[in-house]
Every structure is written in structure tokens, then in C-alpha cells.
């Protein structure tokens, strides 16, 4: 396999951090759903923050409280559960890259991770710059409320990505 995903599977084949991620798995008892339940735990905390916020944002959740209130106090769940996300992923991912980087729905669900984090941030820099624009009608508040609608589809669409990663070989001839 070539490209990036060829040199990462290349490096991390026979490296100690695969072995260290085999161990794991293999020889703790219950480390695989100890650690798939970190994941999960990671999963409802995005929930219950970033898609919160888009679901705000776009005047369908929590209309008592105001929005700069919400996004303050709900954004950093996000950045909290993301360390915990990534090692949980990655002890799966180090201990069978060629499972992983060769998975089209994994990369998919990688892809859509990236600009969702990026239009995360964005939405909590443009209200913690300017908490007045969520009351002006106006352009600020239409572009914020077309980040939360694909925010929302891109989130949405990671946990469909990562459930299906397991089931990629359904929709996809691989190897
Ligand atoms: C930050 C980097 C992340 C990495 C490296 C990662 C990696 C993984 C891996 C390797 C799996 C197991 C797939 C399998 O073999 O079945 C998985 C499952 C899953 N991931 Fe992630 N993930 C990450 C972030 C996320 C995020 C941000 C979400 C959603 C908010 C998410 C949602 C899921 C879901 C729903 C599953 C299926 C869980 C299950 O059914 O047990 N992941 N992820």
C-alpha cells in the first residue's frame, strides 16, 4: 500500500507500540470493552457538548439559557474527551494498522474529524469575540448558524463512520 497510510502501516508493523497495543488487548483482562467503553464515554460527552451547542445554535435545544452561556460551559467537554477518544481509538488502531489504514470508512470518519473540530472552535472563538451577535440578525448569525448545520451532519456522520467501521468489508472489497 502506498501513500501515507503505507508508510504508517509500515511503521508501526513490528514496532513497540504495536507490541505495547497487542499486550494490552491480548494478556489484561478486560482491557478491549474497558477501553471501547472510554470510547463510548467519549462519544456521549461530544454529544452532550459540541451537538448540543449546534442544536442551540440552530434554536432546537435549550431555550431557556442563553447561547454564549451554553457554548461557555458546554465547549470544554469537547476538548476534554478528545485525548480520551484518540488513545482509546488508537490502542485498536496501533495494534492493527493494516486493519485500520487500508479501512475507507475509517479514513472517511478521520476526514470528517478534522473540519469538525475546526468549525467547533470557530463557533466558540466567534461568540466568546462577539456574545452580542446570536441576538443581531445579520450575516455573523447566518454564517453561525450554517457552521452548527454541517457541524451537526459532520458529527452525526462520524458515529455512523465509526460504528461502521467494523462492517466495511459489507460495503467495500479491502486489501
Ligand atoms: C480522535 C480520534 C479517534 C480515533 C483514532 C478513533 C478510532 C476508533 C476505532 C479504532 C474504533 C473501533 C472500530 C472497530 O474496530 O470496530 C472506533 C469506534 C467508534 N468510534 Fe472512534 N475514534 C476517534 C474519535 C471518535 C469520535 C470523535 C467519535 C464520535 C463523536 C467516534 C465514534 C466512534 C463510534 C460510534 C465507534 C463504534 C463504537 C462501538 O460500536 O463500539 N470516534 N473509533
Redesign the pocket.
Known sequence: MNGTFGGLIRTLDGSAVQALAVRLLSEVPGFPPMI?TV??L??TA??GSVVLIDLKVLGLAIPSQSTPDVIRRLMPWTWC??PF??A???V??FARPN??FVNPV?GT??AM?VP?LILAATLQVMSAKNPGLWKEPGAARVSARAIAAVSLLL?IG??L???W??YADYLFTMG
Open positions: 471501547q470510547h463510548l467519549g462519544i461530544i454529544m474527551a478528545l477518544l484518540a482509546s481509538g488508537l485498536f488502531v486493519r485500520y475509517f470518519k478521520l474529524l469538525a458529527w462520524i458515529v463512520a465509526g460504528r467501521i467494523a
